[in-house]
């Protein structure tokens, strides 16, 4: 069986054919009611969530993939505890700027404020008990939280990321991890932006320089890469 994912580019991924349970790590970033709900942070912004509902089936697939065969998972959400204390006054001023402040009460409860139901993972993508969430005060899911530890105590060394949105969260969870030696696969349809020119230029800016920060693919072909596995 192959180890790795030839149609990713330039190269195929991961680079040296380490594809197995025991290194690679889906993550799944910020899948939650804020950012895809009606009255969520987003949509309290003004952007359509038609672009991120579309997302939901495909990692619904992805996230059963991995399941299936036993490669570890981790979500994260972005939020902060009801004190606050972690909302810089600038990230406050900029989130009452844009209309959506950061604490303010909506239909979800205080906009990303764990705890709150717009926080939560939506229902489609819960994680199992054994799959943990990481907690994240920023857009970076390694800065102020315990993932490199996690990933490193289980020996892993590759990560499949996705989720939203590509231009913040994903990318700058992305080049963390390439900044700590990680090899990076982006799913191309397992991301979104409010629209499609910041996708593509999110994307772009991961496969700059012969991939600087990450190879990228499509959903389907990791799929079947990871279904590879129950065979085994």
Known sequence: MSSQIPTSTPYTWPHDSSLSPSTTALIIIDMQRDFLSPGGYLHSQGYSLSRFQALIPRLQSLLSAFRAASFPIYHTSEGHLPHMATVSSREKHRSSVNGAQIGSQGPLGKLLIRGEK?????????????????????????????????????????????????DACVNSTVREASDRGFDVLVLEDGVESVNEELKKWS??????????????????????????????
């Open 203 to 232: 994307l772009e800016a991961i496969r700059v320089e012969g991939r600087l920060f990450g190879v990228t693919a499509q959903t389907a072909d990791v799929i079947r890469a990871v279904e590879s596995w129950n065979d085994r």
């Open 118 to 166: 717009g926080h939560d993972i939506i229902p489609e993508l819960y994680p199992l008990e054994n799959e943990p969430v990481i907690c994240k005060p920023g857009r970076g899911a390694f800065t102020h939280t315990e993932l490199d530890a996690m990933l490193r105590c289980r020996g892993i060394r590759n990560l499949v990321v996705c989720g939203v949105t590509a």
